[in-house]
């Protein structure tokens, strides 16, 4: 998984720096079939780039190589995610379809050979100059949704995930919502003091809060609302795992999306189940498989739970008005929330 960054500095050869292209860009031209995204399907910031991918209809544009969700390597992450020998041995990972690699990080230094940074996905590659365009997730997810739209038909072209009229809103939440929760349940999940989870864990809740009464306040079934923005995208990654993985993996279990949360629950209900695009890029054998079978520290006997069962629950309420706002009631949970600037405008 990649570490999250906003610089837009192109990558400095010897670096631990990742890579910042955009397309369209005169280095990088929205051509279809030229670009290739290597990435995994347990990795929620990998997860952003495909979600569109398939929301965009850019699956015949953009091909893609799928590293297994395990083994990852050594605590330094040596040698890193891995490709299958063959179509078959992981369902739903595939070979390196442009080298025929064994492994992601060699990639990495096809790019750029004194690299010096991780072997993370995503991982965008164009095939014309033969490097490395982008493997920053947020920054792809910003101008990804449009970067083809010449090349799509007109009703996905119109699919806007950063409007004009709504970027203030999202502005303001990307952040926390980045910080607290989307990277929190990691700061929380690899604690290796109980001093410091106890200090990690009450962002992930409080930002959790704040969200249950953003969306209930705008009526679903978005974040903001009656448009999907990227704010969806960022949320959905992270809350299609949480019950699954992190309420017993990375120790986020102050309360449950689906039992203290009615409004996100019926939210990520409704994104799983009402876009098409969630449920295509959505695996949780691989999601599952990852966290408890490469995070050794974690969970060193590397096994699987079961549940919870089902994956997503079913019956959207298609009534927001219906839907009782909850929250986690902890004493701190609740003044963190309460330190989180409201949205205006």
Same mark, same amino acid.
């Given at each position: 998984?990649?570490?999250?960054?906003?610089?837009?500095?192109?990558?400095?050869?010897?670096?631990?720096?990742?890579?910042?292209?955009?397309?369209?860009?005169?280095?990088?031209?929205?051509?279809?079939?030229?670009?290739?995204?290597?990435?995994?399907?347990? *990795?929620?910031?990998?997860?952003?780039?495909? #979600?569109?991918?398939?929301?965009?209809?850019?699956?015949?544009?953009?091909?893609?190589?799928?590293?297994?969700?395990?083994?990852?390597?050594?605590?330094?992450?040596?040698?890193?995610?891995? #490709?299958?020998?063959?179509?078959?041995?992981?369902?739903?990972?595939?070979?390196?379809?442009? #080298?025929?690699?064994?492994?992601?990080?060699?990639?990495?230094?096809?790019?750029?050979?004194?690299?010096?940074?991780?072997?993370?996905?995503?991982?965008?590659?164009?095939?014309?100059?033969?490097?490395?365009?982008?493997?920053?997730?947020?920054?792809?997810?910003?101008?990804?949704?449009?970067?083809?739209?010449?090349?799509?038909?007109?009703?996905?072209?119109?699919?806007?995930?950063?409007?004009?009229?709504?970027?203030?809103?999202?502005?303001?939440?990307?952040?926390?919502?980045?910080?607290?929760?989307?990277?929190?349940?990691?700061?929380?999940?690899?604690?290796?003091?109980?001093?410091?989870?106890?200090?990690?864990?009450?962002?992930?809740?409080?930002?959790?809060?704040?969200?249950?009464?953003?969306?209930?306040?705008?009526?679903?079934?978005?974040?903001?609302?009656?448009?999907?923005?990227?704010?969806?995208?960022?949320?959905?990654?992270?809350?299609?795992?949480?019950?699954?993985?992190?309420?017993?993996? #990375?120790? *986020?279990?102050?309360?449950?999306?689906?039992?203290?949360?009615?409004?996100?629950?019926?939210?990520?209900?409704?994104?799983?189940?009402?876009?098409?695009?969630?449920?295509?890029?959505?695996?949780?054998?691989?999601?599952?498989?990852?966290?408890?079978?490469?995070?050794?520290?974690?969970?060193?006997?590397?096994?699987?739970?079961?549940?919870?069962?089902?994956?997503?629950?079913?019956?959207?309420?298609?009534?927001?008005?219906?839907?009782?706002?909850?929250?986690?009631?902890?004493?701190?949970?609740?003044?963190?929330?309460?330190?989180?600037?409201?949205?205006?405008?």
């Amino acid at each position: 998984m990649t570490s999250e960054s906003t610089s837009s500095q192109v990558h400095q050869p010897g670096s631990a720096d990742g890579w910042h292209g955009i397309i369209p860009s005169e280095t990088f031209p929205a051509e279809p079939n030229r670009y290739h995204l290597y990435f995994g399907l347990f *990795c929620p910031f990998a997860h952003r780039v495909n #979600f569109v991918r398939h929301l965009k209809g850019l699956t015949d544009i953009i091909r893609t190589s799928i590293v297994k969700p395990y083994p990852k390597g050594d605590s330094n992450g040596w040698p890193g995610w891995k #490709f299958p020998a063959t179509e078959t041995e992981y369902p739903g990972s595939t070979v390196d379809h442009l #080298f025929g690699e064994d492994y992601l990080h060699k990639m990495y230094f096809r790019a750029d050979p004194e690299y010096k940074g991780r072997y993370a996905v995503p991982l965008l590659w164009d095939t014309k100059s033969n490097t490395a365009v982008a493997n920053e997730s947020i920054e792809i997810l910003r101008w990804l949704p449009s970067a083809f739209n010449a090349h799509i038909p007109p009703s996905l072209a119109s699919i806007d995930l950063y409007p004009s009229h709504l970027r203030a809103k999202i502005d303001a939440i990307s952040p926390w919502l980045q910080s607290d929760l989307n990277t929190g349940v990691y700061k929380a999940g690899f604690a290796e003091t109980q001093e410091v989870y106890d200090e990690k864990i009450i962002p992930v809740f409080g930002a959790l809060n704040k969200l249950e009464r953003i969306v209930a306040a705008n009526g679903g079934p978005f974040v903001l609302g009656a448009e999907m923005t990227e704010l969806d995208v960022m949320l959905y990654t992270t809350l299609i795992r949480f019950d699954t993985v992190y309420v017993q993996h #990375f120790k *986020c279990n102050l309360g449950t999306i689906r039992h203290d949360y009615p409004v996100l629950h019926n939210w990520l209900k409704g994104m799983y189940w009402d876009i098409p695009a969630a449920r295509a890029s959505t695996d949780f054998r691989h999601i599952k498989d990852n966290y408890t079978k490469s995070q050794n520290m974690i969970n060193p006997r590397a096994i699987t739970p079961m549940g919870p069962y089902p994956d997503v629950e079913e019956g959207v309420e298609r009534d927001w008005n219906r839907l009782t706002v909850g929250g986690v009631k902890h004493p701190k949970v609740l003044e963190y929330e309460a330190s989180i600037p409201d949205v205006v405008g």
